[in-house]
């Protein structure tokens, strides 16, 4: 079997979880005094897509073409150490540059968007990268309008597939692949449910492992059934563990 090739193109940062105790109350407000046990740090966003790929494959090489300051970008979690119940969420240095997609190798037998919405991608990035290739699998936080059309397949959440609902259902119900969450994924109106599911603990990065996953499946056979049941096995064991995690 040819070894199958697949960029990554997406904004990344790096995910910090502090894990702290909260035993007590500050003595002038009435919030939860945090003391940090341990701290751990591991790619997000695109990277963690390509962090996915690179653990689920040995049959396909996998590259990535991402912001170059990722590591200075961070969302930073406090958590507490014993119920994994998250206090607060910081973000890091939000600038992004621009990717420059006319300088793309695009020669690649899968193209994986993670766009994050953060400046590395514009809608009009996106379209010219769908443009020209034949096998791109879209996950954006942005709204979806006419310039992701020509998306093979589009994963997308409940939330944002009813921001975009409208224009899904005239324009592109055929290639939209919507998760549940606990509940599986939805496509071609039938609902695929998860066969085992596991005790919930963090979902953070689930839905990149489910892009990763379904990326890998799809390369293998284009079998898309094939590819949502293999995401959904996937994503269902990184929810079981604490942070952004690979299966």
Request: glycine share 6%; proline share 3%; hydrophobic share 35%.
């Amino acid at each position: 079997m040819t070894k199958k090739r697949i960029l990554v193109i997406g904004d990344s940062c790096r995910d910090v979880y502090t894990y702290c105790e909260a035993s007590r109350l500050a003595p002038d407000r009435p919030v939860p005094v945090l003391e940090p046990v341990h701290v751990d740090k591991m790619p997000g966003m695109a990277m963690n897509v390509y962090e996915n790929l690179i653990k689920m494959t040995s049959k396909s090489s996998v590259d990535i073409v991402t912001n170059s300051n990722w590591k200075s970008i961070r969302k930073e979690r406090f958590v507490d150490s014993k119920s994994n119940h998250m206090f607060i969420r910081v973000d890091h240095g939000e600038e992004v540059e621009r990717c420059d997609v006319s300088q793309l190798n695009l020669d690649y037998d899968c193209i994986v968007i993670s766009d994050y919405d953060k400046g590395f991608l514009t809608e009009a990035d996106i379209d010219e990268i769908c443009r020209k290739h034949d096998n791109v699998i879209l996950d954006t936080k942005k709204q979806l309008g006419v310039w992701a059309t020509d998306a093979t397949w589009i994963k997308i959440n409940q939330h944002e597939y009813e921001r975009s609902e409208v224009f899904i259902r005239r324009y592109m119900p055929n290639n939209i692949i919507k998760t549940l969450g606990g509940e599986g994924c939805e496509y071609g109106g039938e609902v695929y449910p998860v066969l085992k599911k596991k005790q919930v603990i963090d979902v953070s990065g689930a839905g990149d492992t489910f892009l990763a996953a379904f990326v890998v499946r799809w390369c293998q056979d284009r079998d898309v059934v094939g590819a949502i049941k293999v995401a959904n096995h996937m994503a269902s064991k990184v929810v079981s563990k604490r942070g952004t995690s690979t299966p």
